[in-house]
């Protein structure tokens, strides 16, 4: 099994940062990307930003330009640096990881972390 613990969610103004972590631990061979998701009360789950094993990153368009996804091998842990923070990114962040075994996919995910833009 995969477990993600998320970390760095919380409360901020328009404009503020916030540095989202994510570390795994598991049954974490054969992983091919790490990343975040978001969902918004009322909104669909959206794929926020995602990390390859070999560090090619791609970040959604409302995210891009303000948001920077890392991730650290040796601690098996990825990072979502948010800056320029809007309301609009007010949402529940959601760590996944994505691993292949003998074919098939796996996709686990984490316990989300809040996060709340607000004046």
């Known amino acids: 099994q995969v477990q993600l613990v998320e970390s760095g969610g919380g409360f901020v103004q328009p404009g503020g940062s916030l540095n989202l972590s994510c570390a795994a631990s598991?049954?974490?061979?054969?992983?091919?990307?790490m990343g975040w998701y978001r969902q918004a009360p009322g909104s669909q789950r959206e794929l926020v930003a995602y990390?390859?094993?070999?560090?090619?990153?791609s970040h959604a368009g409302p995210v891009r330009g303000r948001f920077t996804i890392s991730g650290d091998n040796t601690k098996n842990t990825v990072y979502l640096q948010m800056d320029s923070l809007k309301s609009e990114d007010t949402a529940v962040y959601f760590c996944?990881?994505?691993?292949?075994?003998?074919?098939?996919?796996?996709?686990?995910w984490g316990q989300g972390t809040p996060v709340t833009v607000s004046s």
């Open positions: 996944y990881l994505q691993r292949f075994d003998h074919g098939f996919r796996y996709d686990y």
């Open positions: 598991g049954s974490i061979d054969s992983v091919s990307a």
């Open positions: 990390i390859t094993t070999d560090g090619a990153t």
